[in-house]
Nanobody
Framework: QVQLVESGGGLVQAGGSLRLSCAAS????????MGWYRQAPGKQRELVAD???????NYADSVKGRFTISRDNAKNTLYLQMNSLKPEDTGVYYC?????????WGQGTQVTVSS
């Protein structure tokens, strides 16, 4: 089992920044890919960014150039630096981890960007 706990969400004005963290704990040998997803009210959950354990990254077009995903494998922690935030970035942000063939999810952290 893998437990994921997100932190760092909050309320910020448009143009501001936030940094999300996701700490993984539990019984596992290695975490493969990790990623951030978000879900806005009335919309489906969508990929924001993901990263392999070797550091290869992938971003949604809507966040390219503004968000940066990173991970610290020694600490089993995932990060998302979000700059130049826009109201459309508002939503619940979920951490995802792939261990073996299983997907694990955090409980989510709310990000609200006011205009």
């Amino acid at each position: 089992q893998v437990q994921l706990v997100e932190s760092g969400g909050g309320l910020v004005q448009a143009g501001g920044s936030l940094r999300l963290s996701c700490a993984a704990s539990g019984r596992f040998f290695v975490i493969n890919a990790m990623g951030w997803y978000r879900q806005a009210p009335g919309k489906q959950r969508e990929l924001v960014a993901d990263i392999t354990r070797f550091g290869s990254t992938n971003y949604a077009d809507s966040v390219k150039g503004r968000f940066t995903i990173s991970r610290d494998n020694a600490k089993n922690t995932l990060y998302l630096q979000m700059n130049s935030l826009k109201p459309e970035d508002t939503g619940v942000y979920y951490c995802n981890a792939v261990v073996g063939e299983k997907n694990y999810w955090g409980q989510g952290t709310q990000v609200t960007v006011s205009s």
